[in-house]
């Protein structure tokens, strides 16, 4: 199976830190890649220099098509999207309005992709006009991916979506991530929640000061006695 998404040895730095250390990894369209690791190990770095957000060296290839040198807008347009930790919401503006933002890049078929997201997430039809900025924090969360679903695309890199959020809404958001995954997307899911995380995901990937350490099946990843004892709380 040919990788919707490939990254050969990328490297970030931020002055004299080396935040990302000569990382690959490969994706398989449509599967479901957990990156883990502790705060500082580099996953949000990751990240941002595959959507070209910050400086980076290495490639990175969206089906087969190397877009190292492309910008963040036009790596979007390849259908390469990330869903940041922050958010990066619209508080003013309504949640019909913000999932509309998110089509700039693809406006023909928007009502469709619009009603598609509100299968998916009945919640936001519910509150189409409500403004943002009003929203729990699991709402505006499902906000943020919808929108990102609106750009229709063909890889979705979630940063943290789990944080912050009640246990029962993490439930929720990492059902929708599985049921995105069934429906043929691809998924690169950087997440604290390892257990959560290992449990919807295919492979996964463990990140230590730059370097991956440890990578694999996801089954075999929970099961690990160095996964279990660092990252799921269970010596």
Known sequence: MSAALEIKGLRVSYGRLQAVDQV??????????ALLGSNGAGKSSILNAAMGLVPSHGAVYLNGADISKMAPEERLARGLCLVPEQRFLFGTMTVSENLELGAWRRREGVRSRLERVYELLPRLRERARQ???????????????GRALMSDPKVLMLDEPSLGLAPLIVRDILTLISELRNSGLTVLLVEQNAKAALRVADSG?????????????????????????????EA
Request: charge should be negative; avoid cysteine; aromatic fraction near 2%.
């Open 205 to 233: 990937m463990v990140l230590d000061l730059g370097k991956i350490t440890l990578r694999g099946d996801a089954e075999l990843l929970a099961a690990d006695p160095r996964v279990v004892a660092t990252y799921l709380g």
């Open 24 to 33: 690959d990894l490969s994706i398989p369209e449509g599967g479901l890649q």
């Open 131 to 145: 403004k943002a900025g009003t929203m729990s924090g699991g709402e505006r969360q499902m906000l943020a991916i």
